[in-house]
């Protein structure tokens, strides 16, 4: 199985699948972008039997560029492992106090973020394409855990994975707009070009904002690999709407 680990001790494992040409839809994990389940399931079982994991014990939602959280407890196992129908619906970042549930977000460009405070024994994996991202998900999702879970900024490390590079994702107006109305100097994530339109820097932005939150920079690990460039190894939305979804997850035994 081919993933990327971002993070793996005793007690924690985090990391990113990769495309693979040998594996049924190219290794794609994502339910909501085809028809052949049955496909998508055999590629996460395959990641699981790589974990020592079951996938009975993961925990997905079905997103929808919302900045909506999820608190995920034990009720919550096995949502979305299987079927998209009981996925934790129309959310975007799902966190958990829980040990030995797995937790995911699917992207193609869009910017996967995880967070992991050892002190409050807490996991957090984030969503954040351009919409979550002006709608603050990151921040908001780092406000709830300084304030309905006690954690403390300066203990959280951060995870920002694979997505569309800066120099890649071109926008019009309207999204700009969004994110000049951010509340927090943005100009240095926008570059104007000739043809009216403009190159932002999504990861950039998430940055920012755990770095607002008092996350210590070297707590904050990026990933420089780039969904849009990098086709042997990450599904690109921009390139291919049709396209499938790499993982981005987290788990703590």
């Known amino acids: 199985m081919a993933y ?13 699948t990769l495309k693979d040409t040998e594996k049924p839809l190219d290794n794609s994990m994502a339910l909501h972008t085809t028809d052949q389940v049955d496909a998508v399931i055999a590629n996460r079982k395959e990641l699981m039997k790589e974990l020592n994991f079951e996938l009975e014990n993961c925990v997905f939602a079905n997103q929808t560029h919302s900045s909506n959280i999820h608190k995920v407890t034990k009720k919550d196992i096995g949502a979305g492992a299987f079927s998209t129908k009981d996925a934790i619906d129309n959310c975007d970042a799902l966190y958990t106090r829980e040990k030995n549930i797995l937790l995911g977000v699917f992207t193609a460009d869009c910017v996967p973020v995880l967070i992991y405070d050892k002190e409050q024994n807490i996991i957090a994996a984030i969503h954040a394409g351009w919409k979550g ?4 998900i990151t921040k908001k999702m780092i406000d709830t855990l300084l304030y309905d879970e006690d954690s403390n900024a300066s203990e959280l490390y951060a995870y920002i994975g694979p997505a569309i590079e800066f120099l890649n994702f071109e926008v019009g107006q309207e999204v700009v707009d969004e994110i000049k109305a951010l509340p927090f100097e943005t100009d240095c994530f ?37 969904t ?18 790499n993982l981005t997850f987290i788990l703590q035994k």
Do not use: C
Not at 133 to 136: A, G, L, N, P
């Open 228 to 245: 849009y460039e990098d086709e042997e190894n990450y599904f690109s939305y921009r390139k291919r709407k049709e396209d499938g979804r």
């Open 133 to 136: 991202t002006t709608k603050q």
């Open 4 to 16: 990327m680990n971002w993070y793996s001790i005793e007690e924690l494992y985090a990391g990113t």
């Open 190 to 226: 926008i570059i104007p070009k000739e043809n009216g339109k403009f190159l932002v820097d999504l990861k950039g932005i998430n940055y920012q904002m755990l770095i607002n939150a008092g996350i210590p920079d070297t707590h904050i690990f990026q990933h420089h690999g780039d």
